[in-house]
DNA sequence: AGTCTGCTTTGACCGCTGTCAAGTATTTAT
DNA sequence: ATAAATACTTGACAGCGGTCAAAGCAGACT
């Protein structure tokens, strides 16, 4: 089964996937998981991932509740099986920045002391599991290939955050847009058609404005203006067809 | 010894701060350091250090040179002494953001792989350590403790990026200044002078514009602005004297 | 099907911050 | 010390993106 299969397109009916069990003995909650091979615990063998899968917890949310909210007290990391979150951050009159999105694979929730610094809602249905925080960082310990590749995902997404902090601080509207366009597309490398990638959107308008600094009818207009150039197609909302990736690559930063 | 023996403003003066050595038996290299305690390595015994000096290479640089450019081969982790550095990211067009001020106790050059993602220059003259990549990797398997405490600050590191976006993405110019004007402050903990702090800026303008996403006349106008409302006063350019630290607080949320 | 509700798009206008330019202060070099 | 270069401040003006308002669209629920 091709990583393909759990691109996020595939999710966004709101159906649950649920693999065919394979012929292994893994623990109910890990030896089906759908994200387990791009997850932190693909680095576990089958021994140990029975012994890990025994502190998971499974859950399951619909779209927009919220799975941990900033301020509470931070028991638990999840880690993300199928369907697509967002990460926020709120000042106090209500403006929001949304700090980034999280697919199948991804993890959340270690990056914090005591308390959560930032929000986590489902933007689409979601199944996740939930890990007791003293007990994944006990498993650090026990499994150390584990606590390299958190520290390994952890450094990634510090990558992520300062190319996003160039977006946020240097980047004009258009410019913003496009690199969002073009990092989803290169997240979760969906299907080609022709010469055209198709790139799935499960977040709204508003959430694209809060991860990119902007307002939700700046987002249109330059959606819009991208669908003018010749640059983008809109199927409904939550598609769309990149027809001249290179125009937008260029488009992104301003060459 | 106290850590604000060490604050930032001890080593504006550009000289080399050398504590006396006292009477451990520390690989000279190490021994010495001024920024141990509060550094990486902090978390090794004195027989660890020793060994784990032996794969350090002790770099200066004067004001303004260049420490690693974003591109280059990421042979070298580096940890700060003395000094402070910049780290930044450019466009193609010169656009520029600076996505951390780092100080005594800070390392960098982690968080890539093959290649810098990110320029780091000396903004003063610093005194920096230089330890191989490859070297350090192995010493997390053999001195877990250093693995975990390398994690620790990428972890602490990722939370400051996040809260660092939402001033990007969500503040007006003057929450932009307040808010840094106080992480600074609350970084270095720098004396208090009866109710006033006086917090030391050894970056120019332009770096603090590049930082908050902002033009060096908007950083300008909103220094005089702050002055204006009686909440700072300026001792020449590197020095901000905050008279008012709760006013600052408020104005950095827009409460 | 039809209505409702929330999401998205579009338009008109405004204001914050950027740009350009000139003048002042500070640092560096001689 | 003096001169030159660099850094900072201030002013006038412009424009990008925000705000406010209204209309179009799509999915949810009877």
Same mark, same amino acid.
């Given at each position: 089964m091709s990583v393909s299969s759990y691109n996020f397109s595939s999710f966004r009916s709101g159906s649950v996937?649920?693999?065919?069990?394979?012929? %292994?003995?893994?623990?109910?909650?890990?030896? $089906?998981?759908?994200?387990?091979?791009?997850?932190?615990?693909?680095?576990?063998?089958?021994?140990?991932?029975?012994?890990? %899968?025994?502190?998971?917890?499974?859950?399951?949310? %619909?779209?927009?509740?919220?799975?941990?909210?900033?301020?509470?007290?931070? $028991?638990?990391?999840?880690?993300?099986?199928? $369907?697509?979150?967002?990460?926020?951050?709120?000042? %106090?009159?209500?403006?929001?920045?949304?700090?980034?999105f999280l697919f199948a694979g991804d993890f959340f929730g270690l990056s914090c002391r005591n308390k959560y610094s930032y929000t986590a809602e489902a933007i689409t249905d979601v199944e996740i599991c939930s890990i007791p925080r003293a007990k994944i960082i006990d498993s650090f310990r026990k499994f150390p290939e584990l606590g390299e590749r958190a520290f390994d995902m952890t450094r990634i997404e510090l990558e992520a955050t300062h190319e996003q902090m160039l977006l946020l601080g240097r980047k004009t509207a258009r410019e913003k847009l496009c690199s969002f366009l073009l990092a989803i597309r290169g997240k979760y490398k969906p299907l080609d058609q022709g010469d055209d990638t198709i790139v799935d959107l499960p977040m709204s308008r508003s959430d694209i404005a809060d991860f990119l600094g902007l307002t939700v009818e700046t987002i249109s207009r330059q959606f819009t203006g991208l669908y003018r150039l010749g640059h983008i197609e809109l199927e409904g909302f939550h598609k769309v067809v990149l027809k001249d990736a290179d125009a937008l690559f260029a488009l992104a930063e301003g060459d």
């Open positions: 996937v649920r693999l065919a069990a394979d012929n %292994s003995s893994y623990n109910a909650a890990c030896g $089906g998981c759908p994200s387990r091979h791009i997850s932190l615990c693909n680095v576990l063998s089958a021994r140990d991932l029975k012994k890990f %899968s025994e502190i998971i917890t499974d859950i399951r949310k %619909s779209a927009k509740q919220v799975i941990c909210a900033e301020g509470d007290e931070s $028991g638990n990391i999840y880690n993300i099986r199928t $369907g697509a979150v967002r990460i926020s951050k709120m000042l %106090s009159d209500g403006r929001r920045q949304i700090t980034g």
